[in-house]
């Protein structure tokens, strides 16, 4: 199940237009429903990132029957973008990660985040140095260096947050999750992307870049998003689908087994590209554990299998 986190600078969302709300999002495993008392649990959550949040925020969930429902924050002023972009750009992030393979990591990021100076996340310089990432940038609550209450509070908070995420994730039929660690303050260079994208929409093509990101290369977007081959390929003879894309399945394959403890085999190549492996993953979210891997069901072994074979 997915959670739908929307972050925006005004509470009325019909009034914003598409470029003005900023979504993040986060997984949990379908078993969690089957947990005592899980809509008060994940209530507890969504109040606990309002808490971390200077922004007003709204929650979608289709499991819970969420659509939009708004969370009370602390609503600080917001920050105007043309003033002060790169506040947009900050975020508290929790880390989780899995040991063994399909190795995953999942992070809950909650943008325009309430937090005080911490001199131990001081972000890296932006003048051509290369951004280390998330993963890498995290702590566990007691490595953090606090200097004042204020970062005390902010930090246990993030640890009671991250403890509860943590407790509705053990249920994982698929993964062993494990709390890699928190960073209140991470400068995350994909809103800088994000941001490009709607700016371009915002000015009617004036397009402006902010860091170091670099406008895209179009003729080989188009082409990777129009040619190439999209595999399913099979953990053993029940485990789990990786939908992906590539141009050479066979070697994309050959590259898999060597980190995979499990047999693979291929089920069905069609040709297709990004556009195309996008649509797929959407079609099957609902049956997504993570990334490129989806569960193993009637439904999706139907759909391989009404697949022309080998398409080329």
């Known amino acids: 199940m997915k959670l739908s986190l929307i972050f925006t600078d005004t509470p009325n969302l019909k009034a914003l237009r598409p470029y003005d709300i900023y979504r993040t999002y986060f997984e949990f495993p379908d078993s969690v429903l089957s947990q005592p008392d899980y809509e008060n649990k994940f209530l507890t959550i969504v109040e606990s990132i309002g808490q971390l949040t200077r922004a007003y925020l709204h929650v ?7 659509h939009n429902k708004k969370i009370a924050s602390l609503q600080l ?3 105007d973008w043309k003033e002060s972009i790169r506040e947009n750009f900050f975020i508290s992030a929790i880390g989780y990660e899995t040991v063994i393979f399909p190795f995953q990591f999942r992070a809950l990021r909650i943008m325009r985040p309430a937090s005080p100076k911490f001199t131990q996340f001081q972000p890296a310089s932006r003048n051509g140095k290369t951004f280390r990432p998330l993963k890498d940038c995290l702590s566990m609550p007691q490595q953090v260096k606090l200097d004042n209450s204020e970062q005390q509070n902010y930090v246990q908070t993030l ?22 660690g928190i960073n209140p303050f991470w400068y995350d260079k994909s809103f800088v992307t994000e941001f490009n994208k709607r700016a371009k929409i915002r000015n009617k093509g004036n397009r402006v870049y902010i860091g170091d990101a670099k406008p895209p290369q179009n003729k080989q977007q188009n082409k990777k998003a129009n040619f190439g081959q999209i595999y399913f390929i099979q953990q053993g003879d029940n485990g789990a689908i990786k939908i992906g894309y590539s141009t050479n399945p066979e070697k994309r394959l ?12 291929i089920l069905k190549i069609i040709v297709g590209g990004k556009t195309k492996e996008k649509d797929l993953h959407r079609q099957f979210a609902h049956l997504q554990m993570d990334g490129e891997w989806f569960q193993s069901t009637p439904e999706l072994l139907e759909y391989i299998a009404t697949l022309p074979e080998n398409e080329s």
């Open 254 to 265: 050959q590259t898999l087994r060597t980190a995979s403890p499990l047999p693979l085999r």
């Open 77 to 79: 002023p917001p920050v």
């Open 60 to 66: 979608s969930c289709k499991q819970l029957g969420w």
């Open 159 to 180: 640890d009671n947050l991250a403890r509860l995420c943590l407790e509705l994730l053990a249920p994982d039929l698929y993964y062993d999750w494990h709390y890699a």
